[in-house]
């Protein structure tokens, strides 16, 4: 078919595409409307055109870190990170990972609670035995996560500053897996 | 027909079919594969750490953050363990692989193949490991999809150069464009309104907050609190550029000022917050697609019109244009 008589047809399906472009940034799920809307969505998916642009909106909220103390067989403990500043890019995504950690806080079903709190476990582990690979001789890890409120420009000016706040904590050891409690 | 008409649906065919160049669409494809190539490069120590069931999410847990029915690392590598591969060997050949095809996107060699297998290759890696996804592979995915399908080697391209691809100016180069742009002003028209909704973007708060970040802080800006009014219009300025985008980017009076506006706020991103990639993928996207022209002189100009012209005989009968003219 010549190039010509299919611009109609690219015409059409490229209006279809912004179509799906503007339901993604107006959150509408296409998956409610069954095996169409399903399709759709995988479409979506290999497009981008499923995505949504918040970017810093509404507004910025807090800021979640993770380090990790390692204690040696001493009991001696240094506090590192996962982060090796080889570059920010690299950074960012170690970031994203460890924010796994504070994913889905305000879950309000129980059973959503739970899958929350089971996956947060799992990747607190799994950070702590990168961890304990990278410092052989530990003998536990503490993952500790913290997090950073920014304060408000009137509040700085009374005098508040923003500071970093623990908000989980669970201890890992030495081939017996968890010792301690999320706090 | 009454000729206003036949002048509106004269006009939109112009619009969206006028045979244009495709050195916009080459503008984006360089300018694309340039920035990805640096991603990888910073990337290039961490990509088993971020792939792998043996990095940062280990054994099955991996799993739990591959986007559902999608290609993975993880599905390759299982893929290649038949041939005795190894699932870190095998992530190491698919990331070259990637890297491979955008140099040859880049370059313009086999543009179509190449800009496919980018595009296949970095929704793999996105899929195989969602945690660490942020907007710049987001925007990555949307226009490797957009390159894949349009005429991106008809313009400064190694395959126009050795004979394998027409220079010609296409109706295809001109649809693709349109699209692009319709997606970017769609794109702020978004951002813009989920901003406005809060106070912060009003009350210059935003501003203060996230400068304040430690992950995105590059500089000590404590002292922007003795002038507030710098914070609230950095806030309004980026509303204006976002929200009035979809209006002011098409008219020539405006064009160039809108383009060093989102320039300037992107690689303000990249400066005063370290967003490096994201920053610099977002500030190249308005002058390729808006600053680049798709036009090839006056010759050129007369034959799109005529062009147009017989497109516009051959579309008046079709669905599309007869439903847009009723």
Redesign the interface.
């Known amino acids: 078919m010549q190039t010509s008589r299919m611009l109609p047809i690219l015409t059409l399906l490229g209006a279809v595409h912004l179509m799906l472009v503007i339901a993604g940034a107006s959150y509408i799920d296409l998956s409610e409307f069954g095996p169409v809307g399903n399709a759709l969505n995988y479409y979506g998916e290999m497009s981008g055109s499923n995505k949504s642009y918040g970017f810093f909106a509404p507004g910025v909220g807090a800021q979640a870190r993770t380090r990790f103390e390692v204690i040696d067989a001493a009991g001696k403990s240094t506090l590192v990170s996962l982060e090796r500043s080889s570059s920010h890019e690299a950074d960012l995504r170690i970031n994203n990972i460890t924010g796994q950690l504070t994913a889905n806080d305000g879950e309000e079903d129980t059973d959503d609670q739970d899958a929350a709190r089971d996956l947060r476990r799992s990747v607190a582990a799994s950070l702590a035995g990168k961890v304990f690979g990278r410092y052989r001789g530990a003998q536990a890890v503490i993952v500790r996560v913290d997090e950073f409120n920014p304060v408000d420009m009137p509040e700085y000016r009374q005098g508040l500053r923003p500071k970093w706040e623990e908000i989980y904590q669970a201890k890992f050891v030495q081939d017996t897996g968890i010792m301690g409690v999320p706090l | 027909m009454r000729p206003s008409k036949h002048h509106m649906i004269s006009n939109v065919t112009r619009f969206?079919?006028a045979p244009a160049s495709a050195k916009p669409l080459a503008a984006l494809r360089i300018g694309l594969a340039l920035t990805l190539l640096a991603?990888a490069y910073?990337?290039r120590?961490?990509i088993l750490?971020?792939f792998s069931s043996t990095?940062?999410?280990?054994?099955a847990?991996i799993h739990?953050?591959h986007?559902p029915?999608?290609p993975t690392t993880s599905m390759f590598a299982a893929w290649m363990s038949r041939l005795s591969l190894s699932e870190d060997l095998t992530i190491l050949l698919l990331g070259g692989a990637y890297v491979l095809s955008l140099v040859f996107m880049g370059l313009g060699l086999y543009t179509r193949a190449s800009s496919v297998v980018a595009w296949f290759l970095h929704?793999t890696l996105m899929?195989s490991?969602d945690?660490?996804?942020?907007?710049a592979d987001?925007?990555a995915?949307?226009f490797l999809?957009y390159l894949m399908l349009s005429p991106a080697g008809g313009a400064w391209s190694l395959d126009v150069y050795l004979g394998r691809t027409s220079p010609a100016p296409?109706?295809?180069a001109r649809?693709s464009l349109?699209?692009m742009q319709?997606?970017l002003c769609?794109?702020?028209?978004?951002?813009g309104i989920?901003?406005a909704?809060?106070?912060?973007?009003w009350n210059?708060?935003?501003l203060?907050?996230?400068l304040?970040?430690?992950?995105y802080k590059q500089y000590e800006m404590?002292w922007l609190?003795d002038y507030?009014f710098l914070?609230q219009l950095g806030g309004w300025s980026t509303l204006l550029f976002e929200l009035g985008y979809i209006i002011f980017i098409w008219p020539r009076r405006t064009r160039r000022f809108w383009i060093l506006a989102m320039i300037s706020l992107h690689l303000g991103i990249v400066v005063f917050m370290?967003?490096?990639?994201f920053g610099v993928l977002m500030a190249m996207l308005t002058p390729a697609l808006f600053g680049v022209s798709p036009e090839k002189g006056v010759l050129a100009a007369r034959e799109c019109a005529a062009t147009t012209s017989n497109?516009q005989r051959?579309?008046a009968a079709?669905?599309?244009?007869s439903s847009s003219a009723t």
Request: hydrophobic share 45%.
């Open positions: 969206f079919l991603q910073f990337l120590l961490e750490e971020l990095g940062y999410l280990q054994g847990l739990s953050f986007i029915g999608t929704w899929n490991n945690s660490t996804n942020y907007g987001l925007f995915q949307v999809f296409t109706s295809a649809l349109r699209i319709f997606h769609i794109m702020y028209l978004a951002s989920e901003k909704s809060g106070l912060q973007w210059g708060q935003l203060w907050r996230a304040s970040m430690p992950i404590s609190i507030p914070t370290g967003l490096g990639i497109l051959g579309l079709s669905p599309l244009v």
